[in-house]
């Protein structure tokens, strides 16, 4: 398996810079959809003198001294950052500032996606090959000669340094193989009531929400929402055990080539569901999971595919 | 090879951490509870004049749950910054079960 020959050889394997380019690409756009959907729920305010967020941050961090200014000039600074990374310019710093802001954010909105992303946005600006390919420059090549040409020029540039990439690997094998872990210990989850609570409490305070968060489908609230609860955890049972099985199946299936194509069809839907659940949320968690799938395949595929 | 040496502490640490982490322990980074505890907070508060507070024009996220040192924090927020004094009651269900708790001039009384 490419990720173990590449560990015990010092985090070297002949690469497509590509690869990672691709995935740097995707957790762009996926901070840029949290950062999209945040700026239009009043983020820029969130440090404002008569904000609750800055009273609990000031209350739980009080050695910290961020004020609404220091705050701003933070928020201006990712979304410098966020369009950076997107268009692999100085990609590598911009990685190191977003991570800088989720963690700074953890600080006062604890979210698991958040850890996800800042911890992606870490292992990711450890490699050097970040601006080798998808960058601005391939948008300018691509209207002076022609995107094929573009491409074929990105595609050709290598890396042998794939320590980011054995990291970012390792942190979605990990973090699928945790959670599974830790809802298969659960008894809240695995009989359904933790579900079927969060959804039942969301749906039912939805008018009461400043930015409302979730549009449950009709036939949702009929089958699994607004019933008694027996039957409602009863029937969240299913997409319990389903949801644990496929988190623990997910990391082994993608390593095997013949099962890749299954195992992001799976992923894929898994996700598409939790965003059900959580439509305004969880979209850019889903979309960087789902990316970071593509790290998963043996480097010297993707150079064939390419046809290097 | 500084560099190379780096790498490698980089990685033992991480994968020890996430093992202790993502397995053991009290959730910290690393670690991915998502959706394994019921988490629930359903507030019926009311200010001086018997308007009612909507804990939604507050705070930041979407998410239901709010503990015992959360709705603390939230009650003095209201004191200190708004000038709220709120009464009411509080039901919060988490991991250990069911607590109504009885809010009056701004604070918890049980």
């Known amino acids: ?308 | 090879m500084v560099w190379q040496v780096l790498k490698w502490a980089v990685f033992v640490v991480l994968v020890i951490r996430m093992v202790r982490a993502g397995f053991f322990g009290a959730p910290r980074l690393f670690t991915w509870p998502m959706f394994v505890r019921v988490s629930n907070c359903r507030m019926d508060l009311h200010d001086e004049t018997g308007l009612r507070i909507n804990e939604w024009d507050h705070i930041v996220h979407q998410d239901p749950g709010m503990n015992a040192w959360e709705l603390q924090c939230y009650l003095a927020f209201l004191r200190e910054v708004r000038g709220i004094r709120a009464a009411g009651t509080v039901e919060i269900l988490d991991h250990s079960g069911r607590h109504l708790l009885t809010v009056r001039d701004g604070h918890v009384v049980v």
């Open chain 1, 1 to 308: 398996m490419w990720w173990f020959e590449a560990v015990v050889a010092g985090f070297s394997y002949p690469a497509s810079s590509i690869q990672i380019c691709l995935f740097r690409v995707v957790l762009a756009i996926a901070v840029w959809l949290k950062f999209g959907y945040e700026h239009g729920r009043g983020a820029w305010h969130y440090f404002a003198a008569d904000s609750y967020v800055r009273y609990r941050f000031h209350r739980e961090h009080p050695r910290l001294p961020i004020r609404e200014n220091g705050y701003r000039t933070l928020y201006t600074a990712k979304f410098v950052a966020a369009t950076g990374l997107l268009i692999g310019v100085a990609p590598r710093a911009a990685a190191l500032v977003l991570a800088a802001w989720f963690f700074f954010e953890m600080c006062y909105d604890r979210k698991f996606h958040t850890a996800y992303l800042g911890l992606c946005a870490l292992f990711l600006a450890t490699s050097p090959a970040l601006a080798d390919a998808l960058t601005y420059r391939t948008l300018v090549q691509a209207l002076a000669l022609s995107p094929v040409d573009a491409l074929r020029a990105d595609a050709a540039r290598t890396t042998s340094d794939v320590f980011a990439q054995v990291l970012l690997v390792l942190l979605t094998s990990q973090m699928y193989l945790s959670t599974a872990y830790r809802k298969l210990r659960s008894g809240q989850f695995m009989s359904g009531s933790a579900l079927h609570s969060f959804t039942a409490s969301l749906h039912g305070q939805r008018h009461a929400q400043r930015y409302r968060d979730t549009w449950y489908p009709s036939l949702m609230v009929r089958y699994l929402i607004d019933l008694p609860a027996e039957v409602a955890h009863r029937r969240w049972r299913v997409a319990a055990t389903g949801t644990v099985v496929l988190e623990f199946a997910l990391p082994a299936a993608l390593f095997v080539p013949e099962l890749f194509a299954a195992a992001v069809v799976a992923g894929a839907l898994m996700h598409a569901a939790f965003t059900v659940v959580l439509p305004v949320r969880l979209p850019p968690f889903s979309v960087a999971t789902v990316g970071s799938y593509l790290l998963f395949v043996d480097p010297a595929t993707v150079t064939g595919w390419i046809g290097g």
